[in-house]
């Protein structure tokens, strides 16, 4: 009975705390404990039309429908998430977008750059893709990008957009639609051609695929969605929210530098900056032996500067 009352004097203290804890986060931050006003998705969220790359979406379908819905439920529920590419997107889309356009690009592929790297600019896939379009080494090298253990531009997003965008025309080309030139992106041409031929379809939306291709398109359907419209689905994230698109200076090099450490503070910012403005610069150096010509960003003044 010693230990039966105990047990219960220890849940009762637990549920008070927990009351406690409950009613001073409501008190102190109200704004936290509000529900929101409408589910983050409701199946009125799906749209009556829609397009990828100008290219329509067979709603009509049971199963592109549901194919849809659930990268909706997936991409409206992982709040946190979603919400960081809100805030990054202003950023990223303010250098995608004029080389998609100036290439002829239909804009909708921006929302393939979110999907592949959700903007982590470094992030390495387990096959070793690597930057924001996610770019094996030797297919970077086939599009024209330096990949070497100083200087890997598949980390440089200017210059890997423009390589993108070269795939995809080559891409066009062969199947003559946008849609599966994405999936293509994914699972590779050969094993796309490989299906089209067993399945006897020219259609991604026909296609039976691997989960994750059959779901790579859905994905960048509900980011576009989303992304557009993000009250719809109960994002509300201000201008000021979002994170500011960075400004910055171009400097041309064509020698060596032995410490950018060193050269950093000779420009008046420092090794983090440089590399972050920089992450195709692989090394703290850089003996560019051939003495090649490199354009470096440097930090505008007051780039740290949340005033400015």
Known sequence: MKILSRLLLTFTFIGLLAAGLYFFEASTYPHKMQQP??????????????SFAGEPVPLDYFDVRESLERELLVNSYFHSQTLRYLKLVPRYFAIIEPILKADTIPLDFKYLALAESGFN??????AGAVGIWQFMKGTAEDYGLEVTTEVDERYHLEKATHAFCRYMKDSFRKYGNWTLVAASYNAGRRFIDRQLSIQRERNYYDLLLGEETERYV?????????????EAFGFRVTDEEKYPVWKTTSMDIN???PDF????KEHGTNYKILKILNPWLRESFLTNAKGKSYTIQLPDKHFRSLKN
């Open 261 to 264: 450490a060193l050269f950093a």
């Open 255 to 257: 020698n060596a530098i």
């Open 218 to 230: 859905f994905r960048i359907l509900a980011l576009k969605m989303i992304m557009e419209n993000p």
């Open 37 to 50: 006003e409408e589910d983050f998705y409701t199946l009125s969220s799906l749209p009556e039309t829609l």
């Open 121 to 126: 600019p470094r992030v390495i896939s387990p």
